[in-house]
């Protein structure tokens, strides 16, 4: 590996030798490029070009990683504005504890955001678990403004932590990237096939983007689609592209495929975690007194045919399918399902006794099994679909 100084580093980013390259991340739902990560690169004058492991580790110890970083931004805000790459795509910048605790960068990123009308949710930024436990009070409460405009934070590296859930539950992510070592794992051990599947579901129960990284088969590919994950990034999409291969690669969407097969099974899921929810919220409620003011409280599920999860699934990417005599047949027991349940909470609040309720339970129970199998045939034919005609994948540009 080349060895470099400080001294090194410090001319480079006076003669702003360090460009980014852009690597893909793709929609594992739509087939279509839906952003990139912005990855440092150092165009040396002797025509070399260094990656980031032969330089970023001097920078922080020298203390040059901050300009670096700010430099970094700069260029990527430029190459956003001068390729319209703005428009509909989601772009992240690795950075370090060390930057997110200057109030100068954050200032810098707004500034950024205001000067050029960019939308703040064009940018995200991306942290290892290990930075944002390094992290002080005033790194939290820098990301916590920049999240509160809209900027995005990703957990880089998920996966290989040791307390990646309470940092979860502390810091404001948006995006969760699965580590690529678990990623190439996967397919060769249960348990870290497992480990994926939780995630990723973990990731749609909290409402983050889980981004799929490393991915380099069409079975990891396809694995990936069945098991819900909505983003993926490696060299089976593509390998980091200067700023002009990547504008051109971005408008080829012919080459992957898509299919959110993995959300029907998804929506399964949210539809029994519903239907315990109400039963459990009934049965409580039912055995207090008729009077308890505990009968008045919410408890009940989300309610509404497009407010609970199997609703927005079912206007949202389950349009996919929208199609199928599955998928068509759906609307009429999700309707009967929530109309049982709007008298249900009714009948609660009245005081009723769960015996006088158990009718409309049953109500739920058929209206559910109804749904329930309708999903499950949209999946078997979803899975056949995805496993019966291979997708044509290309090589990759170098």
């Not at 934070?153 to 940092?167: E, H, V, W």
């Not at 088969?217 to 990547?246: N, W």
């Not at 929810?277 to 009940?300: F, T």
Request: charged share 20%; with cysteine.
């Amino acid at each position: 590996m080349v060895r470099v100084t400080t001294s090194d580093i410090a001319q480079g980013l006076r003669n702003r030798e360090f460009i980014l390259h852009y690597q893909p991340k793709a929609s594992l739902v739509t087939d279509r490029i839906v952003g990139a990560e912005a990855l440092a690169r150092w165009q040396r004058p002797d025509g070399t070009m260094l990656p980031p492991a032969t330089f970023i580790e001097v920078a922080e110890h020298s203390g040059l990683i901050k300009e670096l970083t700010m430099q970094l931004l700069s260029t990527l805000v430029h190459d956003l504005v001068g390729k319209h790459l703005e428009e509909g795509l989601h772009f992240s910048l690795n950075v370090t504890a060390r930057d997110l605790e200057d109030a100068l960068v954050t200032r810098a990123i707004l500034d950024a955001v205001l000067q050029y009308g960019l939308s703040p949710t064009t940018l995200e930024l991306e942290i290892t678990e290990t930075q944002a436990l390094q992290g002080g009070a005033s790194m939290l409460w820098n990301v916590q403004e920049l999240a509160d405009v809209g900027v995005g934070l990703a957990m880089d590296d998920y996966g290989i932590g040791y307390s990646s859930m309470d940092t979860l539950s502390q810091w404001p992510f948006t995006t969760i990237k699965l580590d690529k070592g678990i990623i190439g794992r996967m397919l060769d051990s249960a348990k870290n096939a497992t480990i994926v599947r939780s995630s990723i579901r973990l990731g749609h129960e909290l409402g983050l983007t889980v981004v799929a990284e490393g991915v380099e088969t069409p079975e990891q590919h396809d694995f990936l689609v069945e098991a819900g994950c909505k983003v993926a990034q490696g060299y089976l999409i593509s390998r980091p592209l200067p700023l002009d291969q990547f504008d051109l690669f971005r408008r080829d969407n012919g080459k992957r495929r898509g299919m959110p097969i993995g959300l029907v099974h998804m929506a399964i899921v949210d539809h029994i975690q519903w239907r315990r929810q109400m039963v459990s919220y009934v049965i409580q409620r039912a055995a207090l007194p008729a009077d308890s003011p505990l009968r008045q409280m919410d408890g009940y599920p989300a309610m509404g045919v497009t407010k609970c999860a199997l609703g927005a699934w079912y206007v949202g990417d389950g349009r996919y399918f929208a199609d199928t005599p599955m998928y068509q047949a759906i609307d009429a027991p999700h309707r009967a399902l929530h109309e049982a349940g709007a008298r249900l909470i009714e009948r609660v609040r009245a005081g009723a006794a769960l015996a006088d309720m158990m009718p409309l339970l049953y109500e739920c129970k058929q209206a559910s099994a109804t749904l329930i199998r309708l999903l499950e045939d949209l999946e078997d034919e979803g899975l056949a679909a995805l496993y019966a005609a291979p997708p044509d994948y290309s090589t990759p540009p170098a």
